[in-house]
């Protein structure tokens, strides 16, 4: 079955820095790959996603690069900001976002230093 | 978008008994999943849903410990069976509308 990986388990930055999150996985069927925001005590929100057919994509100061060849993806995030921070989970399906189960990653504890 | 409620929000249970933890989606979805998240962890997928079909379980996850019930296309049930401090966690169902999956608020388990 599919394996995420993601890598830093915590993060801290200055506000105004960029922060780089970057999950791996397993299944090479693997065709669609979200990324959620979790903050304290809160359900997952979805923040931006791509699939298999898209290299990256941008959302103002978010953005996801994915590499088919190597099984990796990565969540940039430009001009931090305190609010940005939370925890950030990664996830893969076969399926896509609607039809299909979600694998995450382990999470990522984003914090951001004013 | 999609709007998903689960009851309750939370609950302190004995070991020994049962919850019945609903999901109600504010539109019709083929599948539905739940999903466990232990305390400042990951999200793990118990079992996926479809309306009119036994619910398909992941490994270490077994229909007599998490039934699930899927009567029509808006609503599920997960129940935690004969419960044990190990099941204290938080439990969340999800639904897909459109391309994207949604979450519930999750239910907050203790067992005592």
């Known amino acids: 079955g599919e394996n995420v990986e993601q890598h830093p388990s915590t993060l801290s930055v200055q506000e105004g820095d960029s922060a780089v999150i970057k999950c791996t996985y397993s299944d090479s069927a693997s065709n669609y790959f979200p990324w959620y925001k979790q903050e304290l005590g809160k359900r997952p929100q979805l923040i931006i996603d791509?699939?298999?057919?898209?290299g990256e994509k941008k959302d103002q100061r978010i953005a996801v690069t994915l590499n088919k060849t190597a099984k990796h993806f990565s969540l940039h995030i430009t001009e931090t900001q305190p609010e940005d921070s939370a925890v950030y989970f990664c996830?893969?399906?076969?399926?896509?976002?609607?039809?299909?189960?979600?694998?995450f990653g382990k999470g990522t504890k984003l914090s951001v230093k004013p | 978008s999609a709007v998903i409620s689960q009851k309750p929000s939370r609950d302190i249970c004995q070991r020994g008994t049962s919850l019945t933890i609903q999901c109600q989606v504010d539109s019709q979805v083929t599948m539905m999943f739940w999903y466990r998240q232990q305390p400042g962890q990951s999200l793990t997928l118990i079992a996926t849903a479809n309306q009119g079909s036994e619910a398909t379980y992941e490994s270490g996850f077994v229909i007599d410990k998490f039934p699930i019930s899927r009567p029509n296309l808006t609503f599920s049930t997960l129940t935690v069976s004969n419960m044990s401090p190990e099941d204290s966690s938080i439990y969340l169902c999800?639904?897909?509308?459109?391309?994207?999956?949604?979450f519930g608020q999750g239910t907050r388990l203790t067992v005592v």
């Open positions: 999800s639904a897909g509308v459109n391309t994207e999956a949604f």
């Open positions: 791509i699939r298999s057919n898209v």
């Open positions: 996830a893969a399906s076969r399926y896509g976002g609607s039809q299909g189960n979600l694998i």
